[in-house]
């Protein structure tokens, strides 16, 4: 991002793009409560305890993605069950649809392997060489762009990811540590404009989108 801030905390018309990520999640019905994981030194953090009448909660996370996901599935109250969902979402993801997290879990709930909102591959593939050539063109057929919120049971989000961490298993995201255990989490098509703010350009579009949807 070119930018001394971290990119959660940038701002979009004067709300941080952390917040305006958690206050999307929040409003939605089937969320109960929040769970935000932060780096050890995050002086940035606003001190939430509440957001749209949700509780938020804090964890410390870890040196990689899939270490702070377990540290806050187990921070999690023991009000939530092992069987009963958790989400995972991308503080960078502020463009979530309220209808993508309505279709998720209703998928979700009724799929013992969890669920996570991806778009299929639409454009062509090529692979390239050492040269920066292209040297074959690949197939995208079955191919899908994993995007967030990611979700499982309780039980089997921290089975999975504890199984990945005693392996030492480097794990990109919760589907992959529940494929590692045997399930097979259920694709659900989610928005392509869901997307993982990381360059200048994405801030922008974010600004453009967030302004045509407010609710």
């Known amino acids: 991002m070119a930018s001394q801030v971290p990119k959660q905390y940038l701002t979009i018309a004067g709300r941080s ?8 999640l929040a409003r939605h019905p089937r969320i109960a409560g929040l769970m935000v994981v932060l780096a050890v030194d995050d002086a940035l953090w606003p001190g939430l305890s509440e957001l749209e009448g949700k509780s938020v909660r804090t ?21 939530v069950s092992a069987d009963q969902p958790v989400l995972v979402h991308d503080a960078a993801r502020p463009l979530l649809r309220a209808e993508d997290i309505e279709r998720l879990v209703r998928a979700g709930s009724t799929h013992a392997g969890g669920a996570i909102l ?13 040269d920066g050539c292209i040297v074959a063109t690949e197939p995208r057929a079955g191919l899908w762009r994993a995007l967030t919120p990611q979700m499982a049971r309780r039980g089997d989000l921290d089975r999975a990811l504890s199984a990945a961490e005693q392996a030492r298993v480097p794990i990109t995201d919760e589907a992959m540590a529940l494929e590692r255990i045997g399930l ?32």
């Open 118 to 130: 991806a778009a299929p591959l639409r454009d062509t593939l090529k692979r390239a060489g050492g």
């Open 184 to 215: 097979q989490p259920l694709l659900v098509e989610g928005s392509e404009d869901n997307l993982k703010i990381t360059t200048p350009a994405d801030l922008a579009y974010a600004e453009f989108w967030l302004a045509r949807h407010s609710d």
């Open 59 to 79: 964890a410390t996370g870890g040196a990689e993605r899939a270490d702070s996901v377990l540290a806050g599935v187990r921070a999690l109250p023991d009000s």
């Open 17 to 24: 793009v952390l917040l305006h990520t958690l206050t999307r």
